[in-house]
């Protein structure tokens, strides 16, 4: 008996990459899948039935079931039916798992209007899209679960601002969410995926790696801890029942483990009986916001916890290990 016996999915960017993982993991587990892609290129153009028609073969050929979708997630009454063939192919929506996104990496100084707009609007716009439609479904079911991928570029990319805005966006649509939603047992939540897919493989190292050796990056990855499918059991675990009480969470994927991000926290605060002056923050900023901010974390934060010291780490099972933040709950 799979852990998502009798549940229907949709996944957006299923054809390729973490999308794919996630898609074959679901049916796996025995959902009944819409496996939605575009099929365009990396930067968003073009379109290509063949990822999406290749991966519901291989659910049917695995004994699942599946239907694919082509539609634009960017585009609201196309994000709305790709929901609704769920809906119409299975009688309930239960699961919906946001992944498709493109890239158009640029500066901030240097990017266009167009390069902004286009990743928003698959990245960000895409996930309100496909949410909206199912939470209309599920508030009538009181269930469902929706889980939509962000990404440790939201935590500083320097070279990726429309990307980095529309991953933090999504984050922000996921607490809501969650925090509307929760009466109806409705869960939401989201993840920041590490994986070597295409993405990786369109980025200077990628090229290099592919130079230096033959293989791209995505390549290499498989069955190692950069395969984009490591992402996949954490979004079947979320998306079923024994998850109901998961909700309005971030996690970061990262190799063979997954790391909780804590919620924003208040760490320091300046007050007075009145309004305070600029003159009375220069002189009191020190002492009590901090001399030295902090800068923003960046994307290699995962790769850090296996730095920390030993002591810090539990073995829990053979072969399996947790750590937790050892200075009381933030």
């Known amino acids: 008996m799979g852990m998502l016996d009798g549940k229907t999915a949709l996944v957006t960017g299923a054809g390729r990459g ?13 959902a009944k899948v819409v496996v939605n892609d575009l099929g365009a290129t990396l930067d968003g153009e073009g379109g290509d039935r063949s990822p999406a028609d290749v991966v519901v073969r291989e659910i049917k050929a ?4 599946a239907q694919a979708n082509y539609g634009n997630v960017a585009d609201f009454a196309q994000g709305t039916e790709m929901v609704e063939q769920v809906a119409n192919a299975w009688g309930r929506v239960d699961i919906v798992v946001h992944v498709a996104g493109i890239l158009r990496d640029r500066m901030v100084f240097n990017m266009s209007e167009a390069e902004w707009d286009a990743v928003v609007a698959v990245h960000l716009k895409g996930a309100f899209n496909v949410t909206r439609a199912a939470s209309t479904r599920m508030r009538e079911q009181r269930t469902g679960r929706i ?5 440790v570029s939201a935590l500083g990319a320097p070279g990726q601002p429309n990307y980095a805005a529309a991953k933090n966006g999504i984050i922000g649509l996921t607490w809501s969410t969650a925090n509307a939603m929760a009466k109806y047992g409705v869960t939401a939540n989201a993840i ?3 994986g070597a897919t295409r ?11 592919f130079e230096t050796t033959g293989k791209w990056p995505s390549e290499q990855a498989i069955g190692t801890e950069r395969d984009p499918d490591n992402v996949a059991p954490l979004v079947v675990y979320l998306a079923s029942d024994a998850a ?45 916001m901090g001399k030295d ?38």
């Open 244 to 288: 109901a009480s998961v909700n309005g969470q971030v996690f970061h994927s990262f190799g063979y483990g997954y790391t909780l991000l804590a919620q924003p926290q208040a760490i320091r605060r300046l007050e007075g009986n009145r309004r305070l002056t600029p003159e009375e923050l220069a002189r009191l900023w020190g002492d009590t």
């Open 147 to 151: 889980i939509a991928m962000s990404s």
């Open 62 to 65: 695995a004994g699942g079931t």
């Open 192 to 194: 920041m995926p590490s």
């Open 18 to 30: 973490i999308g794919r993982g996630i898609a074959l993991a679901l049916a796996a587990a025995g």
């Open 293 to 330: 901010p902090k800068p923003a974390i960046g994307t290699a934060f995962g790769r850090t916890l296996n730095e920390r010291p030993a002591g810090e780490w539990k073995d829990i099972e053979a072969g399996i290990r947790a750590w937790k933040w050892g200075y009381g709950e933030p």
């Open 199 to 209: 993405m990786i493989d369109s980025t200077p190292r990628g090229r290099e790696m």
